[in-house]
C-alpha cells in the first residue's frame, strides 16, 4: 500500500517568502506528527494532530510556523517570512493511533536563500 | 524534561563485528523506547520498539532491552553485514497529551567487507 508522502521533495525559496509543504498521511491513520530535522542531527518535533485536533504545538519554532489538518487526513506545514535558519529537512509521519509506531516520508527538503 | 542520549557517531566495523550503540534517557512518566533506521537515500523506519520495563525488542538480528533502573536502551546485533549501514535513531514517546517522540542525534554505522 502507499506510504506517507510529502511534496515538493525539494523546495527553494528567497529568505522572506512564504511556503507550503503537503503531507499525504497512510489513508486511515489517525495521528499525523511534522518534525524539523536539521543536517547531522536527529528529527525534532514541531506538532501533533489527532485526526483534525491539533493536540500539540509545542514544537513551533516561532509563530511563523502553522500546521493544519482540516479534514483530518491531508496536512500543510506554512511558514511565513522564510528566514535561512529555516533551511532543514521537514518529515511528516502519521501513525495508526496514539502511542503506534510512526511511518514517516521522505521528506522535503528546504532551502532558504 | 524528556531527553535522549546516544553515542557520537560514525562507528565504523569490518563485517561480522559485534555491534552495540548505546543510548540512555530522562522521562517523565512510562516511556515506550524506539529504534528507528534511516538507509542511504530512504526515509526513517521503525527497527524496533519496547514499551514497558525489561521488554526487549528485536527486528532483523537486532536487538533492544529496555531497562529502567539504568535509564537505558542499547542496540546490539551479533554479527553486522554492510547492508546494516545507516544511520540510527533512538528515540522515546510518552504521553504528555500528545505523545510526542523525541528523537536522540543518530548514529551513523559504517561496516566494512
Known amino acids: 500500500g502507499a506510504g506517507v508522502s510529502q511534496s515538493p521533495r525539494y523546495k527553494v525559496a528567497k529568505r522572506g517568502q512564504d511556503v507550503a509543504l503537503r503531507c499525504d498521511p497512510i489513508?486511515?491513520?489517525?495521528?499525523l506528527f511534522w518534525y524539523q530535522q536539521a543536517l547531522g542531527q536527529g528529527p525534532e518535533f514541531l506538532t501533533y494532530?489527532?485526526?483534525?485536533?491539533?493536540?500539540?504545538k509545542s514544537g513551533l519554532p516561532s509563530d511563523r510556523f502553522f500546521a493544519e489538518r482540516p479534514e483530518g487526513s491531508v496536512s500543510t506545514l506554512k511558514i511565513q517570512r522564510t528566514q535561512q535558519e529555516d533551511s532543514a529537512v521537514y518529515l511528516c509521519?502519521?501513525?495508526?493511533?496514539?502511542?503506534?509506531?510512526?511511518?514517516f516520508g521522505d521528506g522535503t527538503r528546504l532551502s532558504i536563500l | 524534561g524528556n531527553s535522549v542520549t546516544q553515542m557520537e557517531g560514525p562507528v565504523t566495523l569490518s563485517e561480522e563485528a559485534f555491534l552495540t550503540i548505546n543510548c540512555t534517557y530522562t522521562?517523565?512518566?512510562?516511556?515506550?523506547l524506539f529504534w528507528y533506521v534511516q538507509y542511504p537515500g530512504e526515509g526513517l523506519q521503525l527497527l524496533l520498539k519496547?514499551?514497558?520495563?525489561?521488554d526487549k525488542g528485536s527486528n532483523k538480528g537486532f536487538e533492544a532491552t529496555y531497562r529502567k533502573e539504568t535509564t537505558s536502551f542499547h542496540l546490539e546485533k551479533g554479527s553486522v553485514q554492510v547492508s546494516d549501514s545507516a544511520v540510527y535513531f533512538c528515540?522515546?514517546?510518552?504521553?504528555?497529551?500528545?505523545?510526542?517522540?523525541?528523537f536522540g542525534a543518530g548514529t551513523r554505522l559504517f561496516v566494512k567487507a
Open positions: 509521519a502519521s501513525s495508526p493511533g496514539v502511542n503506534q509506531p510512526q511511518h
Open positions: 489513508s486511515g491513520h489517525v495521528s
Open positions: 494532530f489527532q485526526n483534525e485536533a491539533q493536540l500539540d
Open positions: 522521562a517523565t512518566g512510562y516511556p515506550s
Open positions: 519496547a514499551t514497558k520495563a525489561d
Open positions: 528515540a522515546l514517546s510518552v504521553d504528555t497529551g500528545g505523545f510526542k517522540t523525541i
